[in-house]
C-alpha cells in the first residue's frame, strides 16, 4: 500500500534526523510554510522519539519518502487531521537533485490511497502559495482541484503571498 515500483512511504526514524535538520532550516523553503525559525538538531531529535505515529492521536503524520534504492529524498506530511470530517491537510517536500523525476507525483498517489483504504480520510487539501508554480502544477496533476484562494495569507521577507485551497475528494 506504501509502496511502488519507484518509492515507498516510510515512518521517520532517528536516522532520518540530518534529512530531516536539513530540509527544516532551509530557509528557501520558509516562506512556502508555515515557519520562520531554524529548528535545533536536539528539538528534531525529540519530535523523531515523542512522534507516535499515529494520526489518531497526533493530528499529523510524517512519512519519508524514499526511492527503490533506499535513498530518502524528502517527506510527505498529514496535518490538521480532522476525524469528524475525515480530511487532512498534505504538505510534500523533495530535496534538490530528486525533483521533477516523478517521486513526488507518486507519494501523493500512495498516500491517497494509503488514507482512503486505511485511515477513512475522505478529503485531502494542500494550501499552495500561488507563487509556487511547481507545486500549483504538482497537486493538479495529482487531481487536486483549487477551490479558493485565501489573500494575503502568507507572509514573507519578499511581501505577501496569496494561497490557493486545492482540494482532492477521495
Not at 53 to 75: C, H, K, Y
Not at 79 to 96: F, K, M, T, W
Not at 151 to 167: C, F, I, K, R, Y
Request: charged share 20%; glycine share 6%.
Amino acid at each position: 500500500m506504501l509502496k511502488s515500483n519507484l518509492l515507498r512511504l516510510r515512518a521517520v526514524e532517528p536516522e532520518d534526523l540530518d534529512l530531516m535538520y536539513l530540509i527544516e532550516n532551509d530557509t528557501e523553503l520558509w516562506p512556502l510554510g508555515q515557519t520562520s525559525v531554524p529548528f535545533s538538531r536536539y528539538a528534531l531529535k525529540q519530535y523523531i522519539a515523542e512522534s507516535s505515529n499515529d494520526v489518531f492521536r497526533d493530528r499529523q503524520l510524517r512519512l519519508v519518502i524514499e526511492t527503490a534504492d533506499g535513498i530518502s529524498v524528502g517527506f510527505v506530511d498529514l496535518q490538521n487531521y480532522e476525524p469528524l470530517h475525515h480530511r487532512a491537510e498534505v504538505g510534500i517536500v523533495i530535496v534538490p537533485g530528486w525533483q521533477r523525476k516523478g517521486l513526488a507525483t507518486e507519494a501523493l498517489r500512495l498516500l491517497a490511497r494509503y488514507v482512503s483504504a486505511h485511515l477513512g480520510i475522505h478529503q485531502l487539501y494542500a494550501l499552495v502559495p500561488e507563487c509556487n508554480a511547481a507545486s500549483l502544477a504538482l497537486f493538479r496533476k495529482s487531481g487536486y482541484r483549487e477551490t479558493a484562494t485565501l489573500q494575503d495569507w502568507l507572509n514573507s521577507p519578499e511581501g505577501w503571498h496569496s494561497v490557493a485551497v486545492m482540494q482532492k475528494i477521495l
